[in-house]
């Protein structure tokens, strides 16, 4: 017992073994690197070998062989794919169908060969089509595994079908091991896999899906319904079963019973007429001598009144024979009756004797009456008794024991006449009814027995335990194993369905979902296939539509604010040019192009006084309304420092701290700003963070006007600007701008750039202060394309045409 | 834009990689929010930053105030530096 369980359990951990060690060999590169198709041949060739070497391992238990072989190709399909599934259950199934000529069970080689391929083909299916493609679950194993070897055992039936009896002795031996085995060999190489996974992907807490936890509860309902109708079942054909051989046992022994009764009635009746006979024919014997001639206990002559007029016993002459109940019944021979006989019983005149009686009338009036006791009638019916129970089997191997009173045997299947009934081991009758079953052992096998007495014998009716409880086994067997088949079948229905109407139409709309919450607001939900699905695309139709409605609405509102604002903007800088006529030393031009955004550039110029020309170019960090209104505070805060008469460092460094002061949107400004003395052609000028200006001498090209520059306005408190200082000379052209000329982007995302901007500039580095602007801007636009624009595009550019002599 | 950050002691270094502008640097802004408290410094490692917009300088300019100055700027390339240079953050910024 000991070896067997050991076997068993290596050819069950077989598999498991294998898992792991593919598992693990995913980690190696060189493994991991090869072809899904190669893996998968490698993996179904292993476990084909291990389905193998579960054959030639095989445990034989009463004639059959006990193995795990369907183990493997199930594993190898349900953990690695389907190829390997097939691949592992063909090899298994074929070597088990030559196995026979080195040793295997014949008698189960197709079902053997064609269980063992199945195996492989749902571990496959299972995989392919429920679970898609994915490792399943241990309890799938158990119940994959269950199932399969339920089949397996069906198909032991259905090759045998010519053969049920000795088809179903094998499968008892072997369904309850196999089914164990096999599927807690699949399920434990599953759970093998998981504990590695979750080892390797530690935080594995994803949430579970409908089909699986659906699967979960399914799988719990089928279970259940498979107990409750597999123990009714069981107990509905014990029932029955015990009902049956109620109905086999009684019936054989009333069979015998009457058999018996038959033969000694119809032997009595014809001692009774030979004695009549003697009698009418004017024997001269007495009537003892009669007796011990016909070998009878008692002969009695009565009269046409129904008085004994002679006896063996002379004490019954005189008696009445209407006085006891028992003689009573002779009268009916007086009116006419041919014959009675009696079964054996006590007599009417002493309840101590049992005999048999019977009676013929006599031709000249009056009738003779027999008495017989057990022992005479015994010896004379013997033969008939003996071949009663000999010629009577009940179901295959039952049979009918007949003993007399003192427990001798009279008659048996094996023949052991004379003996007393306990050597067969047959338990006391003692408390036990007429008709009743009950257990004791007999020839050494437990059996069910029913007992009752005639004429002195005791019959009894024996049917072993094992066959009586052959059909209803078969039937419980048959019947669990079909629930299996048909809730497992049941199971794969259900699940399709449900992912068919539920789970995949979930999908469709969540990839709709998708698309729209990805933005595209165009996308309609529509699943169609059942009404309520049809319902909830309709609903989430409606409320995108509803949604976008707002959406176009809110946008449009918006639209026209930053519209509005950016009117505002553009009305706070100056716009007419020129904007001082009669001042012909000088000329100023600048222009903003706001993207399509409202930004935060700005340009700025004014006179402080006649003789000093301010301006100045500020970018402020970010975009929208926020960067607007932050740049209208900027440009007033900073205009208003000018006209105190500060100097350019100055007012940035007071600017700075103002515009430091509840900054809690850290928004920050770049600027560059020049204060132009006219009279004498110094140029002032201080740079909080911006692009440097270009600068062109009276007759050569342009150049940056590079200066170290301070920090970005607003973007620290105490920070002190510095000023720089430059003599201009008549002639002189400065060009400001802001980062959305440089940063200017063509469709290929590549930005315009410094060096083209000083390209652009020297191309024809004579132009004017609006031609320059203008000519900047178009090549800009140039270069953009099609390119959308995210920045304003903002220039100023100031030339100093003459100073005074 | 891709975050990468390592932690050791109070000292936090971000590895900032791709462009930081308009579109990444509120990313930016929202995972040094969370860490400022307890640190002594942050270094911003901007080895493979290729881009900073004004939206991304603005972040700086955040973080280099919640950390008090305690803030320094790692291996920037040229086109970077010259944006710090240009927009005078090299002067407040510590830049290795």
């Known amino acids: 017992m000991g070896t067997i369980l050991l076997r068993m359990l290596g050819a069950m ?124 679950s241990w309890f799938y ?35 309850l091991p196999m089914v164990a085995a096999n599927s807690i060999s699949t399920m434990l190489c599953i759970l093998a896999v998981v504990a590695l996974s979750k080892r390797r992907e530690p935080n594995n807490h994803e949430v579970r899906k409908i089909a699986q936890s659906f699967q979960r509860w399914l799988l719990v309902c089928v279970m259940l319904a498979f107990l409750i109708t597999s123990a009714f079942t069981s107990f509905l054909q014990s029932r029955l079963a015990d009902s049956t051989v109620n109905d086999t046992l009684r019936l054989n022994l009333e069979d015998v019973k009457e058999e018996i009764r038959t033969a000694s009635d119809k032997h009595l009746l014809e001692l009774t007429r030979q004695i009549a006979g003697e009698l009418e024919g004017g024997s001269q ?27 063996t016993y002379s004490g019954f002459v005189g008696y009445n024979m209407a006085d006891g109940i028992q003689s009573r019944a002779f009268l009916p021979l007086l009116a006419g009756s041919v014959q009675v006989v009696q079964r054996y019983q006590p007599t009417s005149s002493d309840s101590s004797i049992s005999r048999k009686y019977a009676g013929v009338p006599l031709s000249e009036g009056g009738f003779v009456q027999v008495g017989y006791d057990a022992q005479s009638f015994q010896r004379d019916i013997s033969e008939q008794v003996v071949t009663a129970a000999k010629n009577r089997h009940i179901g295959q191997e039952g049979c009918i024991i007949i003993c007399d009173e003192s427990g001798t045997i009279v008659s048996d299947r094996d023949g052991h006449e004379g003996e007393q009934i306990s050597v067969l081991g047959y338990a006391s009758t003692e408390n036990v009814e007429e008709f009743v079953t009950f257990r004791s052992p007999i020839y050494g096998v437990s059996s069910y027995c029913m007992f009752t007495q005639t004429e002195g014998y005791y019959i009894i ?222 140029l002032q000028y ?26 970005v306005l607003a973007g620290m408190d105490g920070v002190r600007y510095r000023k720089n200082e430059l003599q201009l000379h008549p002639g002189d052209q400065l060009f400001l701008y802001t980062d959305g000329v440089t940063e200017s982007q063509n469709p290929r995302q590549e930005l315009w750039g410094d060096d083209r901007l000083l390209m652009s500039l020297n191309e024809n580095p004579g132009l004017p202060v609006e031609a320059l602007c203008k000519k900047v801007k178009a090549d800009v636009d140039a270069f953009a394309g099609e390119a959308d624009q995210f920045d304003d595009i903002t220039m100023l550019s100031v030339r100093l045409n003459s100073l005074p002599e | 834009m891709n975050i990468e950050k390592k932690q050791s002691g109070t000292t936090l270094t971000v590895t900032v990689s791709g462009r930081l502008d308009t579109m990444t640097a509120p990313a930016l802004e929202q995972e040094l929010k969370n860490d400022f408290p307890g640190l002594s410094q942050l270094v911003l490692d901007f080895q493979n930053l290729e881009y900073i917009s004004s939206a991304g300088l603005r972040v700086l300019l955040g973080a280099h105030k919640a950390m008090k100055g305690n803030l320094v700027i790692k291996h920037p390339n040229e ?9 005078g953050f090299a002067d407040i910024l510590t830049i290795e």
């Open chain 1, 13 to 136: 951990l077989l598999p498991v073994l294998l898992c792991v060690l593919f598992y693990q060999a995913e980690k190696n590169k060189r493994y991991a690197a090869l072809p899904f198709m190669v893996k998968q041949v490698i993996i179904g060739i292993a476990f084909g070998i291990a389905a193998s070497l579960a054959t030639e391992f095989g445990v034989p238990v009463k004639g059959a062989t006990l193995n795990v072989r369907d183990a493997a190709p199930l594993a190898a399909g349900l953990v690695f794919g389907w190829p390997s599934g097939l691949i592992a259950g063909l090899i298994g199934g074929i070597e088990r169908w030559f196995a026979v000529l080195w040793g295997a069970g014949e008698y189960t080689r197709l079902a053997c060969t064609l269980g063992t391929i199945l195996s492989g083909i749902i571990g496959a299916s299972v995989r392919q089509f429920m679970l898609d493609n994915k490792k399943a």
């Open chain 1, 285 to 311: 014997l007495a009537l003892t001598a009669l007796a011990d001639k016909y070998n009878v206990s008692e002969i009695n002559l009565v009269n046409a009144e129904g008085i004994i007029t002679a006896s």
């Open chain 1, 141 to 175: 194993g158990l119940a994959v595994g269950i199932t399969v070897e339920v089949l397996h055992m069906l198909l032991v039936f259905l090759t045998h079908v010519d053969e049920l009896h000795k088809a179903f002795e094998v499968v008892m031996v072997c369904a």
């Open chain 2, 79 to 87: 086109a970077l530096m010259e944006v710090f240079d240009i927009t």
């Open chain 1, 686 to 711: 201080a740079n909080a963070g911006h692009n440097p200006p270009a600068i062109r001498g009276a007759d050569g090209g342009y150049t940056f006007l590079k200066s170290r520059p301070n920090l």
């Open chain 1, 461 to 682: 009716a024996v049917l072993s335990v094992s066959e009586a409880q052959f059909s209803r086994n078969v039937a419980v067997y048959i019947q669990a194993f079909m629930e299996t088949i048909v809730f497992a079948t049941l199971f794969a229905q259900v699940y399709f369905l449900i992912k068919k109407l539920v789970v995949e139409n979930i999908q469709k709309v969540n990839d709709s979902l998708a698309q729209i919450t990805g933005g595209n607001l165009n996308v309609t939900v529509n699943v169609r296939s059942n009404e309520e699905f049809a319902s909830l695309s309709d609903d989430i139709n409606t409320t995108v539509d509803t949604l976008k409605h707002y959406i176009d609405e809110a946008a449009a509102r918006i639209d026209r604010e930053l519209e509005f604002a950016r009117k505002i903007q553009h009305a706070a800088l100056p716009s007419v040019f020129p904007p001082y006529p009669m001042r012909k030393d000088f000329s100023i031009y600048a222009s903003m192009d706001t993207a399509k955004e409202v930004g935060g550039d700005f340009y700025d110029f004014y006179m402080l006084g006649e003789e000093k020309l301010a301006f100045l170019i500020a970018d402020v960090s970010g975009k929208g309304i926020p960067a607007a209104m932050f740049m209208m505070t900027s440009k007033t805060l900073i205009k208003g420092l000018a006209e105190t008469g500060l100097e350019v460092n100055d007012i940035f460094t007071q600017a700075n701290a103002k515009l430091c002061q509840g900054n809690d949107a850290e928004m920050f400004v770049t600027a560059w700003m020049g204060i132009l003395d006219l009279k004498t052609g110094l």
